[in-house]
C-alpha cells in the first residue's frame, strides 16, 4: 500500500537534483564502477553489489576513489558480511585447526538456461559469466577463508555454446603453500547451491560460498560434523548501516573487490592458454 518512491533514470540529475543519504547499486556490472565513483565524488556512501568492478584495472581505480574521497564503500558479498564466514576465518586465522592443508569448494545453479537472454550472458555488460557472478561468491570465500592470496591457478572453463563461461574448473596454489580446486558447474538442473570444505591438522570446517552454514569435525572428537555456534547476521544492509555508522569494521571493503578481480583474471588468462599455470602479481 505504500506509494512507490520517484524514478529517476539519469543517475547524474539525482545525484545533483535530490538529496540522497547513500547508494545501494545493483546494476549491471559494466556500470558499477562508473556509477560508484559518481556516488562517491558526489559524497555518498555505497553498498556496491558483487562483482565489485570488470576487472582489476577498474578495482584499482575505484580504492583511489574511495580513499581520494574517504566515503565508505561496502561490497556485498554475503560471505565476507557472514558470520559464519568471519566466525571460520577467524578460527582459521588463530590456529584452532591447525596448520591449512587445503580447500575444496563447488556451487551449481541452473545458471546457464535460466539466464539465456538476458544481460548476464552479453560479455560487454556481464564481465564472464558463471563464474563471475554467482561464482564471484566462491572465489571471494574461498579467499576469505585462506586468509592470504593465491601465488598461481591454472583453470578450464567450457561456454557450452554460450558467448560466457557456464561451467569452470580451478587448480590454485596459496602463497603459503596449501592447495585449493574450486568447480562451478552452471548447466545443470534448475536448483542451486554450494559447498565449502577447509582441511587442516587438527580438523575440517564445512561451510558455504554465501556463508549460509558453519560445521566443525575436530582431531579429537567425535566422527561427525557439528554446528558451530555463531552471532545472529545483521543482513547486508544492516551490516551496511553499522559499517556507516562506525558501529563495525568494515567486513567487505573494495580491497576484497580487487583480490576476486585478480583472481579472475588470472583464471580467464590460465582458461585462455589450455590451462597453463599463471602467476598472480
Avoid at 554450494?194 to 569435525?217: A, H, N, Y
Amino acid at each position: 500500500g505504500v506509494t512507490p518512491p520517484y524514478n529517476e533514470p539519469d543517475l547524474a540529475r539525482l545525484l545533483d537534483t535530490y538529496s540522497v543519504d547513500a547508494a545501494f547499486i545493483v546494476t549491471p556490472h559494466v556500470l558499477h564502477h562508473d556509477q560508484t565513483v559518481a556516488c562517491m565524488e558526489a559524497g555518498l556512501d555505497v553498498l556496491l553489489e558483487k562483482p565489485m568492478v570488470m576487472n582489476a584495472v577498474e578495482a584499482k581505480h575505484l580504492i583511489a576513489i574511495q580513499q581520494q574521497t574517504g566515503r565508505t564503500l561496502v561490497v556485498a558479498f554475503q560471505g565476507s558480511l557472514s558470520p559464519n564466514v568471519r566466525t571460520a576465518s577467524a578460527m582459521l586465522q588463530a590456529g584452532k585447526l591447525g596448520r591449512l592443508l587445503s580447500i575444496s569448494a563447488t556451487v551449481w545453479q541452473g545458471w546457464g538456461p535460466n539466464t539465456a537472454g538476458t544481460w548476464r550472458q552479453v560479455p560487454a555488460m556481464a564481465g564472464g559469466g558463471f563464474l563471475f557472478d554467482t561464482g564471484a561468491h566462491m572465489l571471494n570465500t574461498v579467499v576469505d577463508l585462506a586468509g592470504e592470496d593465491f601465488a598461481e591457478v591454472a583453470a578450464w572453463l567450457d561456454n557450452n555454446g554460450r558467448d560466457v563461461e557456464t561451467m569452470g574448473v580451478v587448480m590454485g596454489r596459496l602463497q603459503s603453500g596449501p592447495w585449493v580446486t574450486m568447480h562451478g558447474c552452471g548447466e545443470t538442473i534448475n536448483t542451486w547451491g554450494s559447498e565449502i570444505q577447509v582441511f587442516c591438522t587438527g580438523g575440517i570446517l564445512r561451510t558455504g560460498i554465501w556463508g549460509e552454514r558453519l560445521q566443525m569435525q575436530r582431531k579429537a572428537g567425535p566422527p561427525r560434523f557439528n554446528k558451530v555456534k555463531v552471532p545472529e547476521s545483521l543482513g547486508v544492509w544492516q551490516q551496511f548501516l553499522a559499517v556507516r555508522n562506525g558501529e563495525i569494521p568494515n567486513p567487505s571493503p573494495p580491497e576484497v573487490g580487487l583480490r576476486m578481480a585478480r583472481l579472475y583474471d588470472a583464471i580467464k588468462a590460465s582458461a585462455a592458454q589450455d590451462g597453463q599455470p599463471v602467476q598472480l602479481q
